[in-house]
């Protein structure tokens, strides 16, 4: 599938613009970590308006899952291609606030209980790929099973290169 071409660059492109439009760009240039060529700035700049023009934003996956689901669930992100993730444990009730049975009439006492919170941020085109396989690696069909959010990235940035947006993740 992989095409070893699809990034060689022989194509040259002529380009005239304004001075101001130039200093814009070396302005944005010099803010980069890795300070890019010129022609490279605006090839990086052309990408992210393509992206955004087509709606394609990073996407921010938030997981609440039963702790002792996190490796399988860890694991199995890794087999297709997952290279980063944040786990947090954390507490917290749905639903049944915590409790185990629910009691008609009887006042509710609210415990919360241990889970783990999973967030990581994936190219849009894997968002479906990435929440099925949680909700199928977590899943064991009983109350606090937990919850997937997914939310808008707008930027990342890779601290060390200065890369940015999905090559960034
Ligand atoms: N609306 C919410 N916002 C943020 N976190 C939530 C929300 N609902 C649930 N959570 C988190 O998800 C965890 C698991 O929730 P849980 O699966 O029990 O949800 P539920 O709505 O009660 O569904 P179920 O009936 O399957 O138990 C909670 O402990 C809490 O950390
Ligand atoms: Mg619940």
């Known amino acids: 599938m992989y095409n070893k071409n699809m990034n060689k660059q022989d194509q040259r492109i002529q380009l005239v613009a304004s ?8 302005k944005w240039r010099r ?8 022609s490279e700035s605006i090839r990086r700049l052309v990408k992210i308006a393509l992206r955004l023009e087509k709606g394609e934003t990073m996407k921010m996956i938030t997981a609440i899952i039963r702790p002792h689901k996190y490796n399988d669930v860890r694991d199995s992100l890794i087999t297709i291609g997952i290279e980063g993730l944040s786990a947090t444990e954390i507490k917290g009730f749905g639903r049944q606030r915590g409790q185990t049975e629910i009691y008609r009439g009887a006042e509710y006492k609210t415990t919360e209980v241990p889970k783990i919170k999973i967030e990581l941020v994936v190219p849009t085109e894997k968002v479906e790929e990435v929440v099925d396989l949680i909700s199928k690696t977590s899943e064991t069909g009983k109350v606090g099973d937990g919850k997937i959010f997914i939310t808008d990235v707008d930027r990342a940035i890779r601290i060390r290169t200065g890369e940015t947006q999905e090559d960034a993740l």
């Open 19 to 26: 001075s101001e439009f130039r200093q814009e760009v070396d």
């Open 31 to 38: 803010n980069q970590t890795d300070i890019p060529s010129h």
